[in-house]
């Protein structure tokens, strides 16, 4: 099939009415929790998680990463509104963001930010058609040890990218591991940690992890607490017009986002748009003439992340749809949400289900024009949303928590598990321990375990298959390279600020 | 024992209230013993609208995932046995868990009562298109010639495309080695990309493989040849005796159902698998219709059972 | 601040306390060989990384000062409680009581806790949850029932 039929396919699936309202319903959603302080995308997924178990597989795809990338429009709302990400990978826009807001530029730096999404977006989206089919095609040949050495580089890049203590970071993956292999063990159909419960035996539900590590955690932190923040300023459909120069000044700070964003989004667990946003910041630094403005409200600052967060957020279905290797906490959702309606994520996906496959990127289109369409008008409305008192939102987020998590499987059981796991993961987090790579370590754990026995298994027990097979010896490589680059710059004293 | 006798006695106390002549008077469950998608799922809900279009009552189908089907097998078995709560079972929950398990939380047996059998999906045995055999004979050597080299992939230990080659093995006195996978379609792209040289997989899940090439049909495990690829001889005529198995869902109900309910619907279930349009979306996922008389789902049951405490017992598998 | 609040040292604990009791687990189960790994292996693993990492950061804490994040106690308790609740409720009660608990339970970790909103979350919201995931996507509880069993 060529492009234009894939596309076709696409087309058809993705604008369906029942697919383009879930697209609707998913971006919307997507924006009101993205401009939430509080609730990030995470937190968002994995309360809507179980709703998409009802629709039909595409449809409940479209609207889960409609909310993801919805959310990334969203949060730069609230950076530069009250210099308060709504989401990890809108922070750097508060750098430059906020600052605009002070200066009376807020409507100009919402809509540049808009567009910086848009644009980012769509180049990736172009790269995840474009480089999928044949990403796809070469997995069809990949062995166990080719995954394992895959998802060991992603676990590897997914530890280093963790801020505080190294040891427990390595302790955050290392008990998500342990909660991926609860249940029936695939190679020997052993249960473990069960204790006995059928409840168990097929493993804990994705939906209870995210829940209890995203949302009753979330829940327990902002409940009851007074928020404080000045919302002064006022956005007009007038202020909101660019002038040419700021059109001007952005356009490559957007393109080369975008570059950076598409690039960072496809390594496997890259930590997706945070990573990518920081990186476009840091690149727009260096390359400006200017670099004393940012920070004080330059528009290459916000435009270059904005559009690397958004291409990043699309690029990072290429692996997740591709190898079935989830590239962060998020992708591991969606892919825990395929597994859920029965479809095993890897190569196969794009032959077996071309509708689900092309309609999803269609889809991505379609969301991303809604959002441009639905922003300029409704950005009054959005930024209002900073207003609604937490006393409304906690109590229902917990009932949301209760049912959703019941709905999964109609048994109480869940629901006393994510009781128990969420005051047990709240205590953690407060330690420091990091539920992101965790997450990641929960989807990747049976993965990893199954796919290492079973190369050994079929190698007889010689660990050589893991270096004679060239696809699996180039990852294992790159990783041991990431381990020493990050010993030895851990060695070097660093200049930069500590994080606070 | 005990439990059988009480629902003997509620069974009568219902039927005492003329329950069994209005049925069914109210909703009717079907659980289901796995997530939504699949085959099973399918057949429940097709099942399911089917009868509630000509019993005019709402039916719902309710998935409970988890623990080997024990979840919703447990429930279905400590249900009221008065036709409203039935149960959509397939071969792994009453007839493997009972070899497979030490242990099970319900009688695969004596809980359940059968009203038909609804889909019937055909196994059949392929091999990578680089093997150094081509026909089911030729495998037959190979395997022959050098014991324990020959791999096979399944979707899981205990599932029906691990005991199925187990089950030739035994009867075909082959050495090969089990190779498990999580679920169905990565047994069957292990085939494909060569990792493993052959599988016992779903002739709708193998399809693209067949058509591309990279898979080459060798058997199926059916008695008979089966519709979509006619060509494919049986295992039987290739010289394995007694294989006979392939994926099929069937309606059960709680013991001590009254026979009344189950034959009205057994006799309604035959009716809905006549439509057209039913043969039509079942046929597309793969599963043929698969009407039967309760007599005879009851004797397949019973072979079943014991062919595959046979094969599990030979060899050694188990689940702890 | 008591010192059990040490960041790295508590969560140190913690991982030691996990990791021990994966580990004794985990020998319950097969180790195997490399050929037949067991599936005792890879938790046994993983639970002496726990001990491993988790002996670093108390090794990291005794010289780190720096404190944990505040654990608030009411939320702790209220929104524990108002799941469990939930959980043993909404079977033998319905959906309805199950859920008014939950909103008020979990409305307690404010203090004083706001009543107003929470009697308009009560209203406002059970039903619509009930429209969304009872009628809507069909899960199968109802609304008000009795049967404690």
Sequence with gaps: MTVVDNLMVGLETALTFQNLIYCLIGVTVGMVVGVLPGIGHLTAISLLLPLTFYAPVTAGLVMLAGIYYGAQYGGSIASIMINMPGTASSAVICLDGYPMTRQGKAGTALIITTIASFVGSCIAILLLIMLSPPLARAALSFHSADYFSMMALGLVAAGTLIQGSKFIGAASVAVGLLLGIVGTDVSSGTMRFTFGAPQLFDGISIVVIAMAFFGVTEVMTSIGRVRDHALNAKVTLRSMMPSRKDLAESRFPILRGSAVGSAVGILPGAGGGSMAAFMAYAVEKRLSRTPEKFGNGAIAGISAPEAANNAAAQSAFIPTLTLGIPGDAIMALILGALLVHGITPGPQVIADSPELFWGLAVSFLVGNFILLILNIPLMGVWVRLLRIPPTYLFPAITLFIAVGVYSVANISFDVFLVAGLGLIAYIMVAFGFEPAPLLLGYVLGPLIEENFRRALLISRGDFMIFVERPISAIFLVLSVLLVIWVVMGSRTPKTETKET | ?????????????????????????????????????????????TIGEGLSRRLGQEVIVENRAGGSGFIAATAAAQADPDGYTLFMGEAGTLTINPSLFEDTPYDAEADFTTVSTITDTPLILVANKNADFKTFEEFLAAAR??????????????????????????????????????????????VASGEVDISVVSYSSTKPFIDSGDVVVLATTSAERIDPSPDTPTMQEGGVPNIDTSQWTGLMAPAGTPDSILDMLNSTIAEILAEPEVAKTLTEAGAAPYPSSRADFDAMLDRLRGQFATIIETAGISAQ | MPFKMRKDLGAGLIALAIGIAVCAISLTYRIGTPARMGPGLVPLVLGVVLVLSGIGAILTGLRNQELATEMRLRPMIMVTLSLIVFALTVERLGFVPASALLIVLSGLSESPPNWRALAILCVVLIPAAYFLFIVLLGIPAPAFDWNVR
């Design chain 2, 1 to 45: 024992m005990k439990r059988l006798l009480a629902a003997a006695i509620a069974a009568i106390v219902a039927s005492g209230a003329a329950a069994q002549d209005d049925y069914p008077n109210r909703a009717i469950t079907i659980l289901v013993p796995f997530a939504p998608g699949g085959v099973v799922d399918l057949a429940s809900r």
């Design chain 2, 145 to 190: 010639a050098e014991p324990g080299r020959i791999t096979y992939s399944s979707a899981g230990i205990g599932t029906l495309n691990h005991l199925a080659p187990e089950w030739m093995a035994m009867e075909g006195d082959l050495d090969i080695q089990h190779i498990p996978y999580k679920g169905g379609r990565p047994a069957a792209t292990a």
